[in-house]
């Protein structure tokens, strides 16, 4: 919805850093900047609200703002909104939002340091009207950066990956940049999910209110580019901390300053950055004032549910690759993009697959072929593998799967969608049967163990919604099987007739 939003461009910028700032380390991508508005000119006393998602002022749909005020303050990860903040690095180009305004004066900075800003917006739709002019004075009280590794120059151990040597360093890696890449991963993960489950709901409810069916549209569109701009980073930062994972390992931790002032090593460090971002634990300034996350508005807060402190500690970074390559794969298929869309999802597919045999490939493209995608890897056996080892469900496959052969039904490859669609029955079939036997043998031992009503009931209904969310995944496979068997059909039938017709001519 290019047409709607409001542009933003930085008139004039002015930098002055302060004489007591120590920090040598300056902020970058996924660095968490703390601040305070100085002042803020706005012709709205009140302040400015500060676009929580890139819908914030389209069709109604409405997020809960943050407001921007003088004398406010808050706390941002930079490069956490990319949905936001796609902006460009010329100096005079202009922003799709205040946050990438924000985001743009804060990088490179360091604590202490003051930016006056001239800022004016207009709407895309009223061009011809006047921008909208105010100023903006902001002190950077503290900036978090990354998990930083030890010294490139000083020789650590470290397991060398066997297969190219060139993709390891010397240098003392450092767990808690994994864990930062992973978490961000995950919460970008969420964002994605959010914006397109909160704001489809949302053009859904203001179906009568929306300009026409081309607005409609394109509003549908522009939710499913937004969320692939998060799952496309977050597949990014994922990829880095599982490839962190499998060719970085250290045996030495990085020393910790615990508060007598003593070295120690601890591998419980690594969550030590999720904890301030979440407001769980205060950091200390260079002055040694305590700051409380809590005491700054969260500029990376979205929906109701307070997301930060849901991060799974155990989280599994194979598990999260799976996911977004399915979710990157969903909004390639909403969008159109079918090819692109089967090749994310062969991806992920064949991350399973490597997981039994990494030597099952010849070549990068192998993966690509669906012939090395069978029921052996779907066995019952396997499954359980897939599960205990990294969390990943029969769901989970299910999905990747059936919209693989969504895209190939989209581009005509009826043969390879067949495939995917039988594969996907089979699949959802044994689930139900080891379902069902499961119940029996519960209500058997539940019978003669005399468990109570209430968590009979509890375990009955249960059981049941599980039960209708594979016979609907079984119902959705079965019916595109149909379609793809009757376009088959149609198509068999109109090669024949123009081999007759040929054969006629020809006569």
């Not at 930060?308 to 989280?315: A, G, I, L, R, V």
């Not at 039904?409 to 969608?417: I, L, P, S, V, Y």
């Not at 059981?463 to 119902?475: G, P, R």
Request: aromatic share 10%; proline share 3%; glycine share 2%.
């Amino acid at each position: 919805m290019a047409t709607q939003c409001a542009m933003y461009r930085i008139k004039k910028l002015e930098h002055s850093t302060s004489d007591t700032g120590t920090s040598c380390y300056k902020a970058t991508d996924g660095s968490l900047c703390f601040c305070t508005v100085i002042d803020f000119n706005h012709v709205h006393e009140s302040g400015r609200d500060l676009e929580c998602c890139p819908l914030h002022s389209l069709f109604n749909i409405q997020c809960e703002p943050i407001v921007l005020k003088s004398n406010s303050r808050f706390r941002i990860i930079l490069g956490n909104s990319p949905d936001t903040t796609q902006f460009k690095n010329q100096s005079t180009s202009k922003q799709l939002s205040l946050r990438s305004v924000v985001e743009k004066i804060l990088f490179n900075c360091t604590a202490g340091d003051v930016f006056n800003v001239e800022i004016e917006s207009v709407e895309r739709d009223e061009k011809h009207k006047d921008p909208t002019e105010y100023k903006l004075s902001l002190r950077v009280d503290y900036v978090l950066v990354p998990p930083i590794c030890g010294d490139p120059t000083m020789n650590a151990p470290v397991e060398i990956l066997e297969s190219d040597v060139r993709e390891n360093t010397t240098a003392d890696w450092n767990p808690d940049l994994a864990i930062q890449w992973l978490y961000r991963a995950w919460y970008l993960k969420e964002r994605g999910s959010w914006l397109v489950n909160h704001h489809l709901k949302c053009l859904t409810l203001h179906s009568d209110s929306s300009n026409g069916k081309n607005n409609r549209e394109e509003l549908f569109k522009y939710i499913w580019s937004s969320a692939f701009a998060c799952y496309s980073r977050a597949l990014q930062l994922v990829s880095l901390a599982y490839w962190a994972e499998k060719t970085c390992v250290n045996d030495v931790l990085p020393l910790e300053i615990n508060e007598n002032g003593s070295d120690h090593k601890t591998s419980t460090n690594n969550i030590h950055w999720i904890q301030v971002v979440s407001g769980e634990k205060p950091i200390t300034s260079n002055g040694g004032e305590k700051l409380n996350s809590s005491d700054y508005i969260d500029w990376d807060r979205f929906g109701d549910i307070d997301h930060k402190t849901m991060f799974p500690q155990q989280c599994k970074p194979l598990r999260l690759m799976f996911i977004l390559l399915s979710n990157v794969a969903l909004c390639q298929l909403k969008v159109g993009s079918n090819d692109y869309c089967a090749r994310n999802c062969s991806h992920a597919l064949y991350l399973l697959s490597y997981q039994l045999d990494s030597t099952i490939y010849s070549s990068t493209n192998d993966y690509y072929h669906q012939d090395i995608i069978n029921t052996a890897l779907f066995s019952q056996e396997k499954l359980q593998f897939y599960w205990d080892n990294f969390e990943i469900t029969y769901q989970d496959i299910h999905k990747v799967l059936f919209r693989r052969a969504q895209s190939y039904f989209n581009q005509g490859k009826m043969d390879e969608a067949k495939y995917d669609l039988e594969l996907c029955i089979e699949l959802m079939k044994s689930q139900l049967l080891t379902l069902q036997s499961k119940d029996d043998k519960e209500k058997t031992i539940e019978s003669n163990n005399n468990n109570n009503d209430q968590e009979r009931e509890e375990t009955d209904r249960e059981s049941n919604n599980h039960c209708k969310q594979i016979k609907a995944a079984l119902q959705a496979s079965e019916n595109l099987l149909v379609k793809v068997n009757d376009r088959m059909k149609r198509e068999q039938a109109e090669l024949l007739s123009r081999i007759r017709k040929r054969t006629h001519v020809n006569e």
